[in-house]
């Protein structure tokens, strides 16, 4: 099996840089050949003859690959790539958040600005300045949601996983720190 990082336009990428996982079986009928019912995925999955997984990867210099996210939920901001999972990891290890889940909205000049949805733990309170703050010395500046919501509880799946799709959008709930003044320290 040969494994390759591609950018966008099926060009593979340098070492370090982010870019779609996709693969080449060496030998015919080792990897799956389409999916049932469904010739239009097959198309998009295969193409260039190269399978598209759909996973945001990047190799090291000595061709060891990292997993970084799934493409459908990476959030493309300001020109950087901003891996959902990694964010949702380091706004988990704050100690007010019992979980949370990180989501693109569109935003008014194109791509996409960042949303987290909060569940505090019980009895625990922290002002959205108080959070921005505590993110601004953990993550880069471009990482550094534009719009919090603190939730009771997350819409799930069957398997208990948090249905992001209905989370994207601004409610009523949603605070906006550019609407409300906050200036990040950097960036």
């Known amino acids: 099996m040969q494994v ?18 996709i693969a080449h079986p060496l030998k015919p009928y080792i990897m799956m ?14 193409r260039n003859l190269w399978f598209h997984t759909g ?11 990292y997993f970084v996210d799934r493409k459908k939920e990476a959030i493309r901001r300001r020109g950087e790539n901003v891996s959902s999972m990694e964010l949702e990891h380091i706004i988990g290890t704050h100690p007010s958040v019992a979980e949370c889940a990180v989501v693109p909205v569109p935003a008014e000049l194109g791509e996409d600005d960042i949303k987290v949805l909060i569940r505090l733990r019980e009895g625990a309170r922290v002002s959205p300045e108080e959070f921005l703050q505590w993110c601004e010395d953990r993550v880069a500046f471009f990482m550094v949601p534009r719009y ?3 939730v009771e509880e997350f819409p799930r799946t069957e398997t208990l996983r948090i249905q992001k799709e209905e ?18 320290k950097r960036g």
């Open 148 to 150: 919090i919501e603190f």
């Open 4 to 21: 390759k990082i591609f950018d966008e336009g099926d060009n593979e990428v340098p070492p370090n840089v982010v870019g779609e996982l």
């Open 33 to 46: 050949t389409g999916y049932y019912k469904m010739p239009e995925k097959v198309v998009e999955a295969w």
């Open 55 to 65: 996973d945001l990867a990047y190799k090291d210099e000595d061709g060891f690959v």
């Open 167 to 184: 989370l994207k959008g601004i409610t009523d709930g949603t605070w906006d720190r550019e609407k409300a003044g906050y200036k990040l």
